[in-house]
């Protein structure tokens, strides 16, 4: 099983980057998968997800009416459009994919599998 996180680089404050995650070994509609990212020095946070069943979609608050999650099962992929880029947006970016209940969506230990980060610099 592996997922692919790609589609991080260096924008300019107030731009665009999309993230992608494929995956590998794994069927992601049967899956929920969520974004996290982490700072240096910093705790690793919740981005956001959306679930297998139905799509429902959640967002940290920090980003929300700035970023969308969205799926390609066809590509066997999720995406995160990231707009109107902040400094506070620069971190690495990690897709998680697992079977979280409501009350863990939004926490790392409700996913099981894992991608490498992808590194996403904001720069001012």
């Known amino acids: 099983v592996q997922l692919h996180a790609s589609g991080g680089g260096l924008v300019q404050a107030g731009g665009s980057l999309r993230l992608s995650c494929a995956a590998s070994?794994?069927?992601?509609?049967?899956?929920?998968v969520g974004w996290f990212r982490q700072a240096p020095g910093k705790e690793r946070e919740f981005v956001a997800s959306?679930?297998?069943?139905?799509?429902?979609?959640f967002y940290a608050d920090s980003v929300k009416g700035r970023f969308a999650i969205s799926r390609d099962n066809a590509k066997n992929t999720r995406y995160l459009q990231m707009n109107s880029l902040k400094v506070e947006d620069t971190a690495a970016y990690f897709c998680?994919?697992?079977?979280?209940?409501?009350?863990?969506?939004?926490?790392?230990?409700?996913?099981?599998?894992w991608g490498q980060g992808t590194l996403v610099t904001v720069s001012s």
């Open positions: 998680a994919a697992g079977h979280p209940i409501l009350s863990t969506i939004r926490r790392t230990d409700g996913y099981r599998y």
């Open positions: 070994g794994l069927t992601l509609s049967m899956y929920s």
């Open positions: 959306i679930r297998a069943s139905g799509g429902t979609t």
